[in-house]
């Protein structure tokens, strides 16, 4: 069965530094979503991308964020200065239109 | 504003006992409804999904989900449960036509051999 792959599986970065996470969602599909959870907390919509644009994003989801499709297969989460509240687990999703979405294995990000 | 709350936060069982777990949303009109299952050390997978007909919802792995309407939840069952179900459970919601989900904080579910 097709999956999300995402990398790295970890990723520790001093405050203030950017950081990428990538994703490569399943190759038909063509919604993309970035989701994240802090630890003990709920898993929380950051944004949706589609046809290569920002459909929806969260609050939390400002300036220091930005989603990329640069070519056919990857989508990336940048943080341009990491914040130490920055730290969870940051899950990449992607579906098709009319079924559900399909999660990778996530990125743990450590903000030091 | 649209939320999922889910009722216990962790659940002890042995094997062979039944599960079920609570789970509420509150949206206005139509909604979809998931249970996602995260397994130690792997990715949020699809349990079962209910998008609209028959309430009562099969998923893999023997799980089962009842929508109630006139009480907004989705619960999840499971009549025996196995060593191998230890994982967190995640129920959520969202509009239809609307792939922006909303996540219940989560269940640890624990079964004991």
């Known amino acids: 069965e097709p999956e999300v792959t995402q990398t790295p599986s970890h990723q520790v970065t001093q405050m203030g530094q950017e950081v990428i996470l990538r994703c490569v969602p399943i190759?038909?599909?063509?919604?993309f979503y970035w989701y994240r959870q802090i630890l003990g907390q709920k898993v929380e919509f950051l944004v949706s991308f589609y046809n290569n644009e920002i459909s929806e994003k969260s609050e939390i989801f400002d300036d220091q964020f930005s989603v990329e499709r640069p070519d056919g297969s990857n989508f990336t989460l940048k943080i341009r200065s990491t914040k130490l509240e920055d730290s969870a687990m940051y899950f990449c999703a992607s579906s098709l239109q009319g079924t559900p979405l399909h999660f990778g294995n996530g990125t743990r990000l450590t903000v030091t | 504003a649209q939320s999922v709350s889910q009722h216990n936060h962790h659940v002890i069982l042995s094997e062979a006992a039944s599960l079920e777990l609570g789970c509420n949303y509150s949206y206005g009109g139509t909604v979809n409804l998931f249970w996602y299952v995260q397994y130690p050390g792997q990715h949020l997978q699809l349990l079962l999904k209910?998008?609209?007909?028959?309430?009562l919802v099969k998923g893999i792995k023997g799980f089962e989900a009842e929508f109630i309407k006139s009480k907004f939840s989705f619960n999840l069952r499971k009549p025996s449960v196995q060593w191998s179900d230890t994982a967190e459970y995640f129920c959520a919601a969202g509009r239809s036509n609307d792939y922006k989900l909303s996540f219940g904080a989560g269940t640890t579910v624990t079964v004991r051999a």
């Open positions: 190759s038909n599909h063509l919604y």
């Open positions: 209910y998008f609209s007909g028959d309430p």
